[in-house]
């Protein structure tokens, strides 16, 4: 089994022995603010395939490089100007930006999986700590079995990849608990990729124009990871429920019961307040927790699709659709 280190308790030894295990060509889970990542040396294409290797994930998915600071991603990618000014504004944060990727790059072709784009993100925390001190950028995907939920603990990690990994550091509950926003800039406009845990409306703020999302749910893949079916708890999914069905799991939202709650195996609420933040930061941990009652579905109740609330919806559309 992994070993589990907190980075709040003993932030000296987390560092060194994940500076030991990336230097020997492995992965560790590593906290950010989004969701754990499975992280790796991105310029080592053994350790990169190691990463998909434990994810069980289609070779095809191009890796977020994970860098300290911009002057690190301009080493890795060419900078537009408003994706420069993208990066200044919400670096460190939950946001990745996909940019021409330098030919002198050292970030392994594996990792961006032959594309000639490279996706960046500087992440706030311990894993800023880490590369730093790593020196060099991380490749991490979240840290969950391909098509799982996204980990926003150490213990859902540890449930899910502890012993297929070495290492794990702790360092509390996600305090985003989406992924980031995945952007792209193209001739002078701000593409979104993946909604996240970035608000859409904190970036149409900064620039002053609407971000162009693509149309229709799934109709266009251009973040390749964001196949139709993915983020998927054991349980079905049943979105916009008005009541619960006998053998389900309820996870609602703004403290409005639903009728048949008192048959759920159990009843969680994102928000009772109503707040979208802090439904995103609870959702995958929620999501984890209905599973385990062992439910045959999960239902939700409609969530407000403004703000994070477009991010979430994403997710559990997601989860919701058909599987193979
Ligand atoms: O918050 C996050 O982004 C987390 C934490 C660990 O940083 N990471 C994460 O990674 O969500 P992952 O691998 O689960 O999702 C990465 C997404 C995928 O949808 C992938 O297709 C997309 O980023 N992506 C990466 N590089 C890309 C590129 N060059 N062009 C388009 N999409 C890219
Ligand atoms: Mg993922």
Do not use: C
Not at 54 to 71: E, Y
Not at 115 to 137: C, E, K, N, Q, S
Request: no cysteine.
């Amino acid at each position: 089994m992994a070993q589990v280190i907190d980075t709040r308790a003993e932030p000296q030894a987390a560092l060194s022995r994940a500076m030991d295990v990336l230097g020997r060509g492995l992965p560790v889970a590593i906290p950010t603010e989004t969701v754990y990542g499975l992280a790796a040396d991105a310029t080592n294409p053994a350790a990169i395939a190691r990463i998909y290797e434990t994810k069980g994930r289609p070779r095809f998915n191009p890796l977020i490089a994970h860098v300290a600071d911009l002057a690190m991603a301009e080493r890795h990618a060419r900078f537009d100007p408003l994706s420069r000014r993208l990066a200044e504004a919400f670096w460190p944060g939950p946001l990745t930006l996909v940019l021409p990727g330098r030919p002198d790059s050292p970030i392994h072709s594996l990792a961006r999986a032959g594309l000639d784009t490279i996706g960046l993100r500087v992440p706030t925390g311990f894993a800023h700590r880490l590369i730093a001190a790593f020196d060099r950028p991380l490749a991490a995907p979240s840290a969950n079995t391909s098509g799982r939920i996204s980990p926003t603990t150490a213990a859902h990690v540890t449930a899910d990849l502890g012993d297929r990994i070495e290492l794990i550091l702790d360092g509390g509950p996600a305090g985003v608990g989406l992924e980031s926003t995945i952007l792209k800039v193209v001739d002078g406009t701000v593409h979104l990729l993946r909604p996240g845990g970035l608000n859409i409306s904190e970036i149409e703020a900064l620039t002053g124009s609407p971000v162009i999302r693509p149309k229709g749910a799934g109709a266009t893949i251009e973040a390749p990871g964001m196949l139709a079916s993915h983020y998927a708890p054991e349980a079905g999914v049943r979105l916009n429920a008005t009541e619960v069905r006998p053998g389900e799991a309820l996870i609602r939202f703004g403290g409005r019961a639903l009728p048949g709650e008192a048959k759920a195996s159990i009843v969680l609420d994102l928000s009772p307040s109503g707040d979208l933040r802090e439904a995103a930061a609870n959702l995958f941990g929620f999501m984890q927790q209905a599973d385990a009652t062992g439910a045959g579905s999960i239902a939700f109740s409609s969530i407000p699709a403004t703000g994070l609330g477009e991010a979430i919806n994403d997710r559990l559309e997601r989860a919701a659709a058909p599987r193979n």
